[in-house]
C-alpha cells in the first residue's frame, strides 16, 4: 500500500466531489501534467483507495422517498449466524447499507422505500422471513441537514 503525498489527497478530494472530472481538469487545478493525474488516478485505483465511480441519485425524483434506520437483534453470535444474516439481508435491494455494531443490536440497517406502505412490505414479506432475528428497531428519517459522501482527507 502506497502512502498518500499531496497529489493523491488533493486528486481523491476533487473526485469525491465530482467523479467527472476530466485528467485535463484535475490537472489545471492542481498544476500537474494530464499524464501524472491519469497515473496517478490508475494507481490509485489499483491499490484500492477508489473503489469504483458511482453517480449519485436524487432519491426524491426517483421515488425511495422514506428513509429507514433498522437496528436488528439476533438469538444468535456465531458466525455462521451473523454471516448467514449478511449474506441474505444483503440481497434485498432496499437495503442500501448492512452495518455490524456493537452495543445491544447486531446490526444496523439503512433502507429506502417509496413510503410507508412499501417499507411495511418489506418488513412483513422480507426481513421478517429471515431466521434468527430476535427484534427490529426502525427509525424514520424525516428530514436530511446533511448528506455527503466526501471523506475528509
Known amino acids: 500500500m502506497i502512502e498518500l503525498d499531496p497529489t493523491d489527497i488533493a486528486i481523491l478530494k476533487l473526485l469525491q466531489k465530482d467523479a467527472l472530472l476530466t485528467n485535463k481538469e484535475i490537472a489545471h487545478q492542481i498544476h500537474k501534467s494530464i ?3 491519469h497515473e496517478r488516478i490508475r494507481r490509485l485505483k489499483d491499490q ?3 473503489k469504483r465511480v458511482v453517480a449519485i441519485l436524487d432519491r426524491k425524483r426517483i421515488d425511495k422517498n422514506l428513509i429507514a434506520f433498522s437496528q436488528v437483534l439476533l438469538n444468535g453470535h456465531a458466525a455462521g449466524t451473523l454471516n448467514a444474516f449478511e449474506q441474505e439481508v444483503t440481497k434485498f435491494p432496499e437495503v442500501m447499507e448492512c452495518l455490524q455494531m456493537t452495543g445491544t443490536f447486531d446490526f444496523l440497517l439503512r433502507i429506502a422505500t417509496s413510503d410507508m406502505d412499501a417499507y411495511h412490505d418489506f418488513y412483513r414479506n422480507k426481513l421478517a422471513t ?3 432475528i430476535t427484534t427490529v428497531q426502525s427509525f ?7 448528506s455527503d459522501t466526501a471523506y475528509p482527507l
Do not use: D, H
Not at 424514520?140 to 446533511?146: D, N, P, R
Open 48 to 50: 484500492g483507495y477508489i
Open 130 to 132: 429471515l431466521p434468527n
Open 140 to 146: 424514520f428519517v424525516l428530514s436530511e441537514a446533511k
Open 35 to 37: 499524464a501524472t493525474i
